[in-house]
């Protein structure tokens, strides 16, 4: 959906964000049956241990590149004749950064999981998490930079089924059962996956030349710092938690967590297909980003409250698809829906900033609620406390995000010369 805004066929928008909320429901939907299996075959306390395991993973995975997927839309939508240059250093930057994303996955994922599964196994799910959905995802960013939403939703959809594949053939053909090789299979699956989707990709855009691009490096650091801050407050409760609290508590906030998370994939879908336009807007200035942020934001609060409704009801299906251990899951859950409005709110004024090259800024505010709502749940980690802890985080970046943008939008109708003859 190419929200320009409303200019085009209202029709075409229904069918092309219809198209993304499809591809990016795909994932979680095989997710889900994925995530209940894990749940029933494993149960809480093993589950809680997959959940350590993997709660570095999406964190890690911003390191990995450092946030030159982004820096490819933005140079791409404001000069598409900078593709090939912006590829070829999406590449180099990847292989270039591996490494230490990896070393930092394995070591603490270790001190999470403390031995209970080998460093060999975490070290191979590392590998095959972050190259394959690196590459998963830095397709899916090819095709957004040209605006080929179709084929985004393509290569979404090329993500749903592998690791459920893997972990088919591992439980049932294999006879695996552990939690640690279930975990492994899962992580080949993607891998594999994503080596075919970064060869269809690699036949349909223009072919990466040029090389290490310094700027572009420097440019996407930042990118990459609001990244991590986003895949930090999506997961820094399974981080923290896993070090203070037994892992079937963790597995029963998890599940509640999870859901929401799917909750926040249709307001994703539309900023997913948005994103480019506040570069394109925010080329004239914060003001002109603000007032196309504004059309969206009507749109994702009547998706965000549609969404939230529809996990306030499913909350009492928990118990039925996941096993009488995560009853208690239901509750946080409910508690949980209103998150989806702030994490709309948040995410707009977000982009915004993006999209008027106030990058820094935005991931500043971003680290710092990060670090509120880690010190939160060190601090408050027992039953309703975790709700407290929930809301912090979230509720300072829509706060200071829009505060940000309000300011930053007084000002420039300030120094403008309109807002100069006027005073």
């Given at each position: ?251 029963i906030f998890g599940a509640a967590q999870r859901f929401v998370q799917v909750g926040i994939l249709p307001i994703q879908a539309i900023l997913r297909s948005t994103y480019p336009n506040f570069f394109a ?73 993006t999209g008027s090259d106030h990058q820094r800024l935005r991931t500043s505010l971003m680290m710092i609620s990060i670090a509120i709502q880690a010190g939160m749940f060190a601090l408050f980690h027992e ?41």
């Amino acid at each position: 959906m190419n929200l320009a805004l409303f200019k085009e066929p209202k029709l075409r928008h229904i069918f092309t964000y219809c198209g993304s909320l499809a591809s990016m429901l795909a994932v979680p939907a095989v997710q889900f049956f994925l995530f209940a299996f894990y749940a029933r075959v494993l149960g809480a306390e093993q589950y809680g241990i997959y959940i350590a395991m993997m709660a570095w993973a999406p964190i890690c995975l911003e390191f990995v590149a450092l946030g030159a997927g982004e820096v490819l839309i933005k140079r791409v939508s404001r000069a598409s004749s900078s593709f090939p240059e912006a590829a070829a250093h999406f590449y180099r930057t990847t292989a270039l950064t591996l490494p230490f994303a990896l070393t930092l996955y394995t070591g603490a994922t270790m001190l999470l999981v403390r031995h209970t599964i080998g460093w060999q196994i975490v070290l191979g799910v590392g590998a095959c998490e972050l190259i394959g959905m690196r590459l998963f995802t830095g397709a899916e960013n090819f095709a957004i930079a040209t605006r080929r939403i179709r084929w985004a939703n393509e290569f979404r959809i090329l993500q749903a089924f592998p690791r459920a594949l893997g972990v088919g053939v591992a439980y049932y053909l294999l006879d695996l059962h552990s939690v640690s090789s279930l975990a492994l299979a899962g992580s080949v699956g993607i891998l594999l996956g994503a080596l075919v989707c970064i060869a269809v990709a690699w036949h349909r855009f223009p072919r990466p030349s040029g090389g290490f691009d310094s700027t572009a490096f420097g440019e996407g650091i930042w990118f990459a710092g609001n990244q991590i801050a986003r895949a930090g407050q999506q997961n820094i409760d399974r981080v923290v938690l896993g070090w203070s609290v037994e892992p079937s508590l963790l597995a029963i906030f998890g599940a509640a967590q999870r859901f929401v998370q799917v909750g926040i994939l249709p307001i994703q879908a539309i900023l997913r297909s948005t994103y480019p336009n506040f570069f394109a807007r925010g080329h004239e200035g914060v003001r002109s980003s603000l007032r196309y942020g504004g059309k969206v934001l009507l749109l994702i609060s009547a998706v965000g409250a549609m969404c939230a409704a529809v996990l306030w009801i499913a909350a009492m299906f928990v118990p039925a698809a996941l096993g009488n251990q995560f009853n208690a899951s239901a509750g946080y859950l409910r508690w949980l829906t209103p998150s989806l409005l702030l994490v709309g709110f948040n995410y707009v004024a977000a982009d915004i900033l993006t999209g008027s090259d106030h990058q820094r800024l935005r991931t500043s505010l971003m680290m710092i609620s990060i670090a509120i709502q880690a010190g939160m749940f060190a601090l408050f980690h027992e039953g309703s406390e975790l709700l407290l802890a929930a809301y912090a985080g979230i509720g300072f970046a829509a706060a200071s995000n829009w505060t940000a943008v309000l300011y930053l939008a007084w000002r420039e109708r300030r120094d403008s010369p309109v807002g100069l003859a006027a005073a």
